[in-house]
């Protein structure tokens, strides 16, 4: 974190080996003169439309010519960057189905040639009702949270500490229908930070994040790196509908305000329906005015329930193009100040000046029913391409599709 005069800045340095090209290297020598040896540093910062880049890159200068004076100095540090990363596995425990327990393969691994990621899914109620969201209206106990601090605390004991003393690396993934509604969370956090010690990013809805007490105590969990909260639209209306309930727009804005100066990664999750394509471009100036990265996300379907629920809000492909494109001149903009990504749409979905800016976080495979239209099949995106879901051509029919050969 750097003091500038404009306030805090988050900045992350990395530090590579001299096997990391691409890189804006800053380096120092552990050994002579020679090339081979040299440590490069690069550095981001995380929130760059809130302050002015020469103050900046003046202060993460100094940082840099401070580290790299230091680094021959720090004796184990070649031999981390030599080290390489062992492949990773990943060991989810979601909220239903069977018993939460930590089984033998999970418990093998702690001296295995894998490092682990556990994913846990806290028990916490979600005060709004998102129109796509099928978990929207489960209520969970105190208890249940109290289950959830005895789990992590046995995973810690059982797999972290001693897959650590066998040069196993582990982190956690922790989500929730609102985590922020979590009463053991503050101990969830100080156990995972004082024991694998990675930093955690948090998902959650505005609601708690809207009052200033609010954003401060998650703000101040220890360990936290970055919090995303989600935005619908750029109105009470069409927000408001969405998540279910009045008023959660307002407490948006709220939230984006109550975390603007505040010294964590901040991300808004735009999540895009029928009722939100002409609002694209009002959700980008909103989203950049406040410093946060923006990911705009197509409507997803996993499971059954969510291809039901999502089929009054299924946009048109026509819909989505027509957003872009009138948003396209203040999503490039805002792009040179902000992170912004374009996830999980078909490519025919995006103007081609934007599709530098998209990404997929999902498989075809993955998801519940999705397929490719028929006139798709002759398009050279299509082995890459998400696809729609059935429900999609059942609706809206495929004379939209422009397969791309």
Request: charged share 20%; aromatic share 8%.
């Amino acid at each position: 974190m750097l003091t500038t005069p404009d306030g805090f800045a988050p900045v992350s340095v990395h530090v590579a080996g001299p096997d990391t090209s691409g890189k804006r290297p800053f380096s120092g020598k552990l050994h002579g003169e020679s090339p081979d040896k040299h440590i490069f540093l690069s550095w981001r910062v995380w929130r760059p439309a809130l302050f002015q880049r020469e103050i900046i890159v003046e202060h993460v200068m100094t940082l840099m010519n401070s580290l790299a004076k230091s680094l021959p100095k720090v004796t184990w540090l070649e031999e981390v960057l030599e080290h390489k990363s062992k492949a990773k596995r990943t060991w989810a425990y979601e909220l239903y189905g069977e018993k939460r327990i930590v089984g033998p393969d999970l418990l093998d691994a702690v001296s295995g040639s894998y490092e682990i990621e556990l994913y846990v899914h806290l028990h916490s109620t979600c005060l709004q009702k998102c129109l796509f969201c099928p978990a929207a209206s489960h209520s969970f106990s105190r208890q249940q949270q109290d289950a959830d601090l005895d789990f992590i605390n046995e995973l810690i004991e059982r797999i972290v500490i001693p897959a650590a003393a066998n040069g196993v690396y582990t982190t956690f993934r922790l989500d929730a229908d609102d985590i922020s509604g979590h009463y053991r969370l503050p101990e969830i956090m100080q156990a995972i930070s004082n024991s694998a010690g990675n930093p955690v990013s948090l998902i959650l809805p505005a609601t708690r994040l809207s009052i200033p007490s609010g954003a401060d105590a998650i703000v101040d969990l220890p360990g936290l790196m970055g919090l995303t909260t989600t935005v619908f639209g750029s109105s009470a209306e069409v927000h408001d509908k969405i998540a279910g309930r009045p008023g959660a727009f307002v407490e948006t804005l709220r939230a984006f305000k109550n975390l603007s100066n505040k010294p964590v990664w901040l991300n808004a999750h735009f999540v895009l329906s029928n009722l939100s394509c002409s609002q694209i471009a009002e959700v980008v100036d909103t989203v950049s005015h406040f410093g946060m990265d923006l990911r705009i996300q197509n409507l997803i379907a996993d499971c059954d329930a969510h291809e039901t629920m999502l089929r009054p809000l299924l946009p048109r492909i026509d819909e989505v193009l027509s957003g872009f494109a009138v948003a396209k001149e203040q999503i490039l903009a805002a792009s040179e100040r902000i992170g912004i990504t374009l996830s999980d749409f078909p490519i025919c979905f995006i103007p081609e000046e934007l599709r530098h800016l998209t990404r997929l976080d999902y498989t075809r495979q993955s998801l519940y029913q999705y397929t490719l239209s028929p006139v798709c099949e002759k398009c050279r995106h299509k082995d890459d391409c998400l696809g729609v879901p059935s429900t999609y051509i059942e609706l809206h029919g495929t004379q939209a599709f422009a397969p791309e050969e």
